[in-house]
């Protein structure tokens, strides 16, 4: 059972305008989420993190939104660079013990 | 500062050998995991450490074995690989569940172990 899904395999953003990924999770009792950025064989590395008491968090181009009551948080990339194309995942956790993640989604950002 | 360093990077076995996967680090973090990755899949946790001498086991644990001797050290063994188990495995660590409340609680990668098992 899928409790952290990320429903858009592939996205493609224009490079300057706003790149949003979306991420939707089953389970009411998470309160930590983390989005990760994967290059091919490499490990993922830590983005951002929001916990449930914010519903946002922003760290330069990087801000992550959350709503409790939909279950749902998206990562905003403003302006997006052609280095931002990689594999993004978003995870979650409650009490930041065990993180659950999502599928992924393959953000190209073309020039 | 290495961060997490995992052994071997690549590796092919034979149904029913066995292996060790092994993964360091150095950060003093308390917290180690094991994940695994399918194409098209996201991370799945194996195991996971809360401190030397505690394991867990996470969504898919079938199948491998970790034991958490010292806080650096987090080894993960198969002991009968299988097709199934063809995978890049990762190992992360973080400072733990307390740290969330400040925001620091934040998973470190290693660079991953590919393994393919035929």
């Known amino acids: 059972d899928q409790q952290v899904k990320q429903n858009s395999p592939s996205l493609s953003v224009q490079e300057g305008r706003i790149s949003i990924l979306n991420c939707d999770y089953t389970n009411s009792m998470f309160d930590y989420f983390l989005w990760y950025k994967k290059y091919p064989a490499e490990g993922p590395t830590f983005l951002i993190s929001?916990?449930?008491?914010?519903d946002k968090n922003e760290d330069g181009r990087f801000t992550v939104f959350l709503n409790k009551s939909a279950k749902h948080l998206s990562l905003h990339i403003v302006p997006s660079q052609p280095g931002d194309s990689a594999v993004y995942f978003c995870?979650?956790?409650?009490?930041?013990?065990?993180?659950?993640f999502g599928t992924g989604t393959s953000l190209t950002v073309i020039p | 500062n290495a961060g997490v360093t995992q052994t071997p990077k690549f590796r092919i076995l034979k149904i029913g050998q066995s292996m060790t996967l092994q993964c360091a680090q150095d950060?003093?973090?308390?917290?180690m995991y094991w994940y695994r990755q399918d194409p098209g899949m996201g991370l799945k946790l194996i195991y996971y450490s809360v401190g030397a001498g505690i394991t867990d086991k996470g969504e898919v644990p079938n199948g491998y074995n970790v034991s958490r001797s010292t806080t650096e050290d987090f080894p993960l063994r198969l002991e009968l690989a299988a097709p199934s188990q063809t995978s890049v495995y990762f190992c992360?660590?973080?400072?733990?569940?307390?740290?969330?409340?400040?925001?620091?609680?934040?998973?470190?990668f290693g660079a991953g172990s590919r393994l393919t098992v035929l």
């Open positions: 995870a979650a956790s409650r009490t930041g013990n065990q993180f659950y």
């Open positions: 992360a660590s973080s400072y733990g569940g307390a740290a969330a409340i400040s925001g620091a609680n934040v998973l470190t």
């Open positions: 950060m003093n973090h308390n917290y």
């Open positions: 929001i916990s449930s008491i914010k």
